[in-house]
Nanobody, 117 residues
Framework: QVQLAESGGGLVQAGGSLRLSCVASRIIFSINALGWYRQAPGKQRELVATITSEGSTNYADSVKGRFTISGDNAKNTVYLQMNSLKPEDTGVYYC???????????WGQGTRVVVSS
């Protein structure tokens, strides 16, 4: 199987920036899509950004223009650059990888982001 590990979360003031990283335990040769999701207390997990194997990206309306998803195949890593952070961005951010012919999903344990007013 594949294990994912997120890092880069922390406490930041509104208007600040963070870069999240997600590294896979091994090379995945058949990635279908990678994504970042987040969950705030009492809220459902929601999609933040995705990137397909073809390089196409998609973002939630709430983060468009502020967040950027990217990947580095050589490092087995996907990133989420977050700029102009708002308190409503607070939550636990999870990395997801959809891979293989059977389209399996792997999830990380999450990294916490807290944006203060």
């Amino acid at each position: 199987q594949v294990q994912l590990a997120e890092s880069g979360g922390g406490l930041v003031q509104a208007g600040g920036s963070l870069r999240l990283s997600c590294v896979a335990s091994r090379i995945i040769f058949s990635i279908n899509a990678l994504g970042w999701y987040r969950q705030a207390p009492g809220k459902q997990r929601e999609l933040v950004a995705t990137i397909t194997s073809e390089g196409s990206t998609n973002y939630a309306d709430s983060v468009k223009g502020r967040f950027t998803i990217s990947g580095d195949n050589a490092k087995n890593t996907v990133y989420l650059q977050m700029n102009s952070l708002k308190p409503e961005d607070t939550g636990v951010y999870y990395c997801n990888a959809n891979w293989g012919l059977s389209r399996r999903d792997s999830w990380g344990q999450g990294t916490r982001v807290v944006v203060s007013s």
